[in-house]
């Protein structure tokens, strides 16, 4: 029997193992972790990350020939493929810091591999890298082997968190770099024989390690470009009466183009998009390509500017000031259908508004006060480590309230942000809600779901991004 260990029971380690489980019956699965809470939750009926379709999967696989567990070492030893899916944080210190990729927990996980192996093994890189890690692995690898050998594969992730599932089911295409030698092509095979069980062979790309590795920083670098592209055009749109949504849709209606990754919103979030360009940014300095850096930049920059935008159309909506006036936040999570605050968009809005003095009450189906209140005090990158390692009891804000329910956060509420596009906000009784708000009341939609019409036949001063201004907000600047 095949045995499949992966290093990081996060977010990529535990639904894709929970996959592979389920449609490979003949090959046991073990996934490990450092961190002793996140595996008992593995281990329990309240998983650690909410996906919609896991809990299912897990259940159907767990106990049978899927495990999860912290006794990391002997699940190594007597794994023949080992998956990494461990964080690759941004570095805060030192060379390259606020861009380049820190491998420290990739390095450790690496030596103890050759440490505590006593047969051959392939080695998959899960996480995503910066271009050429593979080769500072081997190095590892080798140098500690003890004679054992040790073929290194690239397998980039591409999943979207809240369709997780639907992706590793159905994958657009799994991509497998490897060594272009005998026994690199060999571990190619067997890594390509367990996706087979599913994957078309068709949707299975094989290519060179590099190509591999960088091909993920690629399509999360496109992806994300395309977001701030039709940001920046959301700007263009509300300064010239243009609608967002209508420009998108004739845009994306060239096949050339296509529809998808055109909403504008009050910015991208996640806890990669960010990461990997930053790390994509460095990656072309350190090889002497600045005009390419350069480039890439340009999206985080318009990113951060269609952030501070949301927030200043806010501020000045409302006279100029929102000094110990209550907003609500509706939505805190990066995207709908997930509880992950990793860079949500929240944060830095929250922030901004904070700094202006508001009183925060927030609501989000999925996410914890806890989580709230740490990401709201949380340092920059802080929150892509293991969680033992992140600040546990932070200070709490107290102008933020966190509620269970919309038309509690919304109560005698002075503005209403939209901030992540929860299907139960598009049927909030909006009537009600006026009627429980100061006045006038506005709403400020950053994830253009609501019905701007209908909001303002009830009352509403209504702003949602990249539509054609409401008469109130014409003469307002809104500087970013
Ligand atoms: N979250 C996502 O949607 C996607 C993430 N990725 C990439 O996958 C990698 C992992 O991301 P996530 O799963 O989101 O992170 P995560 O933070 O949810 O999970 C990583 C896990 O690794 C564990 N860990 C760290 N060092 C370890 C060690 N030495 N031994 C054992 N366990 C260790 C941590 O305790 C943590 O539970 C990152 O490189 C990320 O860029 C790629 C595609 C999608
Ligand atoms: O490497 C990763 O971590 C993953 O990053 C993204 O997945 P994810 O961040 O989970 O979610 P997305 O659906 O890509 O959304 C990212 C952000 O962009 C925003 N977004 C997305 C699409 C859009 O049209 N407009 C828009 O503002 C979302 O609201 C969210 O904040 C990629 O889609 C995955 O392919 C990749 O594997």
């Known amino acids: 029997m095949v045995k499949i260990c992966c290093i990081g029971a996060g977010y990529v380690g535990g639904p894709t193992m929970a996959v592979i489980a389920l449609k490979c019956p003949s090959i046991e699965v073990a996934v490990v972790d450092i961190s002793v809470p996140r595996i008992n939750a593995w281990n329990s009926d309240q998983l650690p990350i909410y996906e919609p379709g896991l809990d299912d999967v897990v259940k159907q696989c767990r106990g049978k020939n899927l495990f999860f567990s912290t006794d990391v070492e002997k699940h190594v030893r007597e794994a023949d493929i080992v998956f990494v899916s461990v964080n690759t944080p941004t570095k805060t210190q030192g060379l390259g810091a606020g861009k380049a990729a820190d491998l420290t927990y990739w390095e450790s996980a690496a030596r103890m591999i050759a440490d505590v192996s006593k047969s051959d093994k392939i080695v998959v890189e899960k996480s995503t890298v910066p271009v050429k890690t593979a080769e500072a692995i081997e190095k590892i690898l080798t140098h500690n082997s003890k004679g054992i050998k040790f073929q290194i594969l690239s397998n980039p992730e591409f999943l979207a968190e809240g369709t997780a599932i639907q992706d590793l089911f159905n994958p657009d295409r799994v991509l497998i770099g490897g060594r272009e030698t005998p026994e690199g092509s060999k571990a190619v095979q067997a890594l390509k024989d367990v996706y087979a069980y599913w994957v078309p062979e068709d949707r299975i790309l094989t290519t060179n390690l590099w190509s591999a590795e960088l091909s993920k920083l690629a399509a999360n670098a ?18 010239t ?7 998108s849709y004739a845009v994306g209606k060239d ?13 991208f979030g996640g806890s990669c998009f960010q990461k ?3 790390n994509l940014v460095y990656i072309c300095e350190c090889n002497g390509l600045p005009e390419v850096a350069e480039y890439w930049k340009q999206v985080i920059k318009i990113n951060d500017y269609q952030k501070n935008r949301f927030v200043n159309r806010v501020v000045s909506s409302m006279f100029n000031t929102v000094s110990n006036k209550k907003i609500a936040i509706l939505g805190f999570a990066f995207k709908k259908d997930t509880g992950d ?23 989000d189906p999925q996410v914890t006060v806890d989580q709230i209140q740490r990401d709201l005090t949380m340092k920059k990158f802080d929150w892509d480590h293991p969680l033992h390692l992140q600040p546990m009891s932070p200070t709490t804000v107290k102008q933020v309230t966190c509620v269970w329910d919309a038309y ?4 005698d509420a002075h503005g209403i942000c939209i901030l992540t596009e929860w299907d139960e906000f598009k049927n909030l009784d909006f009537k009600r809600i006026y009627d429980n708000m100061q006045k006038p009341a506005f709403v400020f939609d950053g994830r253009n779901i609501v019905n701007v019409d209908q909001l303002r036949e009830i009352g509403f001063i209504v702003y949602s991004i990249g539509k054609p201004l409401d008469a109130w907000l014409k ?3 809104a500087v970013a």
């Open 255 to 267: 096949t050339r183009i296509g529809p998808k990754f055109l909403n504008a919103s009050v910015g």
């Open 341 to 363: 605050t990793r860079e949500t968009p929240a944060i830095d809005v929250c922030k901004g508004l904070l700094g202006d003095k508001a009183r925060l009450s927030i609501f």
């Open 475 to 477: 003469d307002m600047p």
């Open 408 to 411: 509690e956060a919304t109560k």
């Open 241 to 247: 009466g243009a609608d967002v949504t209508q420009v």
């Open 222 to 239: 496109f992806l994300a470009q395309r977001i701030s592209s039709v940001n920046a055009m959301s700007a263009l749109c509300e300064a």
């Open 276 to 278: 990997d360009i930053l």
